[in-house]
T-cell receptor
């Protein structure tokens, strides 16, 4: 089983739709969690950190469920510019702190 | 502007010809690391450094070397590149604090023929 798993998609949604992605992680020692956005072959850019109580940044909401070991990202009112790959990143303490990346979920917002 | 800078952006080379990809950050970050990204595999860590003169292997270190003589620089060295090292490479850094997010450089696309 992969340490961090994401549905690769693609998710094709119309503009204005609400879309949600999940990411599961296998190691309960995971300490911190992030969502990154990556445009085609460019560097990943931090979208948001994910906090235990859940957090929101404009149209984006992130949730953490430690009991079930998953994090989620909700995007409301999708824009064409939201089209990208969304990477789930988990930082775990396995002796040293290590960032584990999901393979990403591809989102395409259609006009 | 706070940033991680990699050079070159694109590099085409031949098998066995030594090369270095540079990475520099201006944020006084202690932690730096190198990743490669291949289709379907996500980002995999090559090497990382917790501080000056402290480096350690990641998940895929074979065929790579690094050094950390100064805090701001963390070059990636391929002594004898092979075609299976054709990939997209990213350097990243983060401040002290194990739960901080990574900041990425803009990537180096390497092709080894």
């Amino acid at each position: 089983r992969k340490e961090v798993e994401q549905d690769p998609g693609p998710f094709n949604v119309p503009e204005g739709a609400t879309v949600a992605f999940n990411c599961t992680y296998s190691n309960s020692a995971s300490q911190s969690f992030f969502w990154y956005r990556q445009d085609c072959r460019k560097e990943p850019k931090l979208l948001m950190s994910v906090y235990s109580s859940g957090n929101e940044d404009g149209r984006f909401t992130a949730q953490l469920n430690r009991a079930s070991q998953y994090i989620s990202l909700l995007i409301r009112d999708s824009k064409l510019s939201d089209s990208a790959t969304y990477l789930c990143v988990v930082n775990m303490n396995s002796g040293t702190y290590k960032y584990i990346f999901g393979t990403g979920t591809r989102l395409k917002v259609l006009a | 502007e706070a940033q991680v800078t990699q050079n070159p952006r694109y590099l085409i080379t031949v098998t066995g010809k030594k090369l270095t990809v540079t990475c520099s950050q201006n944020m006084n970050h202690e932690y730096m690391s190198w990743y490669r990204q291949d289709p379907g595999l996500g980002l995999r860590q090559i090497y990382y450094s917790m501080n000056v003169e402290v480096t350690d292997k990641g998940d895929v270190p074979e065929g790579y070397k690094v050094s950390r003589k100064e805090k701001r620089n963390f070059p990636l060295i391929l002594e004898s590149p092979s075609p299976n090292q054709t990939s997209l490479y990213f350097c990243a850094s983060r401040p002290a604090g194990n739960n901080s997010p990574l900041h990425f450089g803009n990537g180096t696309r390497l092709t080894v023929t």
